[in-house]
């Protein structure tokens, strides 16, 4: 198929950026869309010309590092999908694909479509773990959680912090991917040790960030490439509010 890519170009985050357009022909459609891209580089190396910068890693849809808005979505047309895992059968031949970075105050451009993401770094520092003391490694059946327990936590468990919630958000709010954090600790007994302190650091490092507030619109969930769940938001604000009700941080 041929194409018309749209792709924006910006030099660093300090440098005005603009889309160009590039002509792209003979692309197969079980290509995946950064192997497009990837075709695109290759010739406009052959032309003496500077490749498009893209965030890339393991290319199975588990990393989190694709992070291209795609039409006007998040990773792209499909659902549940990450950018590296949409192939090309799912365009046309002739279309147009505008391709773009996240695009969020808290996420700057580093250059063409790579954002910086070391905000959502700082918010997990802040709290998203669990200390544990050295010493002998408990069995991992010592503590039984029951099973809709665990699940739930897992599911949390599983977002991936690409920062497609970010871009989706009208406000660019980064509470699924804050909720999911804190969420997957405070649902297993491990995580409740730290529960109080690790919310309040963690929402309040995501403010300091400069993510919006949530509205509850839902295009973080609907964009979310692996499913977190709203839920984890409500859950959030729970843990949240009972954490203000009781803090020393006043």
Known sequence: ??????????????SAGQLVTYPLKNISPDMSFLEM???LNEELLVAGQEPVA???????????????????????????????????????????????????????????????RSAFDRIQQAGGYVSVNTGGVP???????????ADKAFDAATCIGCGACVAAC???S?????????????????GKVEAKTRVENMVAQMDVEGFGACSNIGACAAECPVGISLDNIAMMNREYLGAKA?????
């Open 174 to 190: 980064a509470m699924l991917f804050v909720s999911a954090k804190v969420s997957q600790l405070a649902m297993l007994p491990q």
């Open 139 to 149: 069995d991992a059946n010592e503590i039984a959680i029951p099973k809709t327990i």
């Open 54 to 116: 893209f965030d890339h890693d393991c290319r199975e849809g588990i990393c989190g590092m694709c992070s291209l808005f795609i039409n006007g979505r998040a990773h792209g047309p499909e659902r549940g999908t990450t950018t590296c895992q949409l192939h090309m059968r799912h365009f046309n031949h002739g279309d147009t694909i505008t391709i773009e970075p996240w695009r969020a105050a808290a996420f700057p451009v580093h250059k063409d479509l790579i954002v910086d």
């Open 37 to 39: 891209l990837d075709v």
């Open 1 to 14: 198929m041929d194409l018309t890519l749209k792709i924006w170009r910006q030099k660093d985050k300090n």
């Open 246 to 250: 009781t803090s020393d941080n006043v």
């Open 170 to 172: 009208k406000n660019a």
